[in-house]
């Protein structure tokens, strides 16, 4: 089943359950999707799963953001709320890489490359990133990446 209809199914049960913090999560991230889908001229063909799990991936990433700022300045019940929220999107997201094995990707990646020194960590980002996919974060890759090339 492709991503985007599983998040309209999810939403029609989540209307007809009563859940509405959930609707009004996935109600955004449809929203978000066809903003996408104009901004690109795919409104008519819909966008491909790579796509929807990219969009959906930024979501998740504005929700962390978020959760950090309500926390430092004394918001809790704003940043659970946010924590709700980046839940009901992972759902959506393939499994995340833990940093072992994100580890090894990179170390097999620098030595393909043959890259050593700073001035390489954006190559091997980038060649890292096109592996792993949405699988990993790539703020999480960077700082592996920094400390590999160290």
């Known amino acids: 089943m492709a991503l985007k209809q599983r998040v309209d199914d999810d939403l029609k049960a ?3 359950g009563g859940d509405r913090f959930a609707a009004q999560t996935l109600r955004g991230l449809k929203a978000a999707v066809l903003n996408e889908e104009v901004a690109l001229g795919k409104r008519d063909d819909g966008l491909e799963d ?6 959906i991936a930024k979501e998740v990433k ?19 709320d946010e ?19 994100l580890n090894e990707i990179i170390a097999s990646k620098i030595a393909e490359l043959g890259a050593s020194g700073l ?22 890759v960077a700082r592996l990446v920094k400390d590999a090339l160290n």
Request: negative net charge; without cysteine; proline residues 3%.
């Open 119 to 140: 001035q390489a960590m954006g190559q091997v980002i980038g060649a890292v990133k096109v592996q792993v996919g949405n699988t990993a974060d790539g703020a999480t």
């Open 62 to 80: 504005k929700r962390k953001e978020s959760i950090s700022l309500y926390e430092q300045n004394g918001r809790p019940e704003l940043a659970d």
């Open 83 to 101: 924590k709700k929220e980046m839940a009901i999107l992972s759902v959506y997201l393939p499994q995340q890489l833990n940093e072992a094995e």
């Open 50 to 55: 790579d796509e929807v799990e990219k969009i």
């Open 14 to 16: 989540a209307l007809l």
